[in-house]
């Protein structure tokens, strides 16, 4: 159990580098990416061992993986400005009397 844990934590950690090595203009903040990778990669692992058991060393380091390659990839910046949305209609008439 502490080997597959360490491994997905460190594939996790292999994962964020990546991620910063080919996209480094779409994360705001490269230390959440750092630290995001290993942690969730271990969550990953550690829930995949739970539900498997050992002996799976393959399926859990790959199901960890992929959990850490989805929480990074929710960090991720889409390069556009927010887009304000429609006004409330219940704040423009919230100030003139009935």
Same mark, same amino acid.
């Given at each position: 159990?502490? !080997?597959? =844990?360490?491994?997905? #934590?460190? @594939? %996790?950690?292999?994962?964020? +580098?990546? /991620? *910063?090595?080919?996209?480094?203009?779409?994360?705001?903040?490269?230390?959440?990416?750092?630290?995001?990778?290993?942690?969730?990669?271990?969550? !990953?692992? =550690?829930?995949?061992? #739970?539900? @498997? %058991?050992?002996?799976?060393? +393959?399926? /859990? *380091?790959?199901?960890?993986?992929?959990?850490?390659?989805?929480?990074?990839?929710?960090?991720?910046?889409?390069?556009?400005?927010?887009?304000? !949305?429609?006004?409330?209609?219940?704040?423009?008439?919230?100030?003139?009397?009935?």
């Amino acid at each position: 159990m502490l !080997g597959e =844990l360490f491994g997905s #934590a460190l @594939l %996790g950690l292999v994962l964020a +580098l990546a /991620a *910063l090595h080919w996209l480094p203009l779409r994360f705001p903040d490269h230390r959440l990416v750092l630290a995001t990778g290993p942690a969730s990669a271990a969550g !990953g692992g =550690l829930i995949a061992w #739970a539900v @498997l %058991g050992s002996g799976h060393l +393959l399926l /859990a *380091l790959l199901i960890a993986t992929s959990v850490a390659a989805v929480l990074v990839s929710l960090l991720m910046d889409n390069g556009r400005a927010p887009r304000p !949305g429609p006004a409330d209609p219940r704040l423009a008439t919230a100030g003139r009397p009935r």
